[in-house]
């Protein structure tokens, strides 16, 4: 059994991704390909079916636990941390539900309709306790971040619900099974010869081509492998792709075109990139594995968290001494150098170092505020 004096965990904030998709070409339909009930049920289920669970940049909150003199022993204390979480995620469910691509992600589209929404009241109302001419400004900034938030979120939400819709159509019709894949030009595209090979139309045009390309060669592939029942599934086949495939081209040049439009109107928004967040306080760091746990202090790890930032870590090792925040800079002091760094988001740079044993003194005064006109 174990005495845990006190226990404090922080609270978490994450954003959760999963993509359970997969590539056409890892389906295997089985003796007949891809014209095989089976290869149309793993499609539906790999394709659409797929993007139904898959989520992205879900925001998860949990709250933070406390606990003093337990005496417990180790199955106790993780079924209590485990029903601690476990209450707080399935009551976050619908979050997950609500982040589905599937569904245009409405999670995010309610959530910088807010932002915009936000700007569009607070704006104003900032410059109307300043000035009369910084409530015009405040109008004016709110009203540009409600519009072009709106038509971010509400553009991001139609390409993904336009993606979506076309992976459905993909799963009904749009596959060459018998002939080597062509793009949009006519050329073949390497290494896509064979049966299985997936050809995706990018423009109502090219889909048209291809449905009346696959109403000629589907059937007369059939009769060469199946005889009439292979024609006649042919002829089935050619016809459904030819309404498919202008019906997959048209979503998919939609998805394209809001997707850019919800790009330039938003970049930090495309649905590929990844939320970056914050940290709320800067991490724990250990500096040996002998000493005790104490209670968490930022004041103590604010500077061994700017030092890991240092050229990705470089002077890590070194060992955190003292830093300070300069005009534009930051100088951070470690067992072996100086370092006068600057930040660039994510990580800093080293402006200029020099090693321990070319210092003869260091002096640090706290002077006037720079005022930015030489004195």
């Not at 399935?90 to 807010?114: E, K, M, T």
């Not at 139309?201 to 081509?209: A, K």
Request: charged share 20%.
């Amino acid at each position: 059994r174990l005495y845990v004096e006190r226990l404090v965990l922080s609270d978490v904030r994450l954003n959760v991704s999963f993509d359970p998709s997969v590539r056409h070409a890892d389906v295997d339909g089985g003796p007949e390909g891809w014209m095989s009930t089976r290869a149309a049920a793993l499609r539906f289920m790999l394709g659409p079916g797929a993007a139904l669970a898959s989520i992205q940049n879900c925001p998860l909150k949990f709250k933070g636990l406390e606990l003093r003199h337990l005496f417990v022993d180790t199955g106790g204390l993780g079924s209590r941390l485990a029903a601690h979480y476990t209450t707080q995620a399935l009551g976050q469910a619908y979050l997950l539900v609500g982040s589905s691509q599937a569904l245009g992600n409405p999670v995010r589209l309610v959530s910088v309709l807010g932002e915009g929404v936000w700007d569009f009241i607070r704006e104003p109302l900032v410059g109307l306790f300043t000035s009369p001419a910084a409530f015009g400004v405040g109008v004016v900034r709110g009203t540009s971040s409600l519009v072009t938030r709106t038509v971010a979120s509400v553009g991001n939400s139609a390409s993904l619900i336009c993606a979506w819709t076309a992976s459905t159509v993909a799963a009904i019709g749009v596959v060459d099974t018998h002939v080597q894949a062509v793009d949009v030009a006519g050329a073949p595209v390497p290494e896509a010869a064979g049966e299985g090979s997936v050809v995706l139309p990018s423009s109502t045009l090219s889909g048209l081509t291809l449905g009346l390309r696959g109403l000629l060669t589907e059937p007369a592939h059939g009769w060469r492998t199946a005889g009439l029942g292979g024609a006649a599934r042919g002829a089935m086949l050619g016809v459904v792709g030819l309404a498919s495939k202008p019906a997959y081209g048209s979503l998919r040049g939609l998805s394209d075109v809001f997707s850019r439009l919800s790009f330039q109107a938003l970049p930090q928004i495309a649905r590929e990139q990844k939320y970056k967040m914050r940290r709320a306080r800067p991490p724990r760091f250990f500096r040996s594995p002998f000493l005790p746990l104490q209670v968490y202090s930022a004041g103590e790890h604010v500077g061994e968290e700017l030092l890991s930032r240092v050229h990705f870590g470089q002077f890590r090792g070194e060992g955190y001494v003292w830093h300070a925040d300069l005009t534009h800079t930051t100088a951070i002091l470690t067992s072996n150098r100086l370092l006068l760094v600057g930040d660039r988001q994510d990580y800093l740079v080293v402006h200029w170092q020099t090693p321990m044993d070319r210092i003869v003194l260091l002096e640090a005064r706290r002077g006037r505020p720079y005022r930015g006109d030489g004195r």
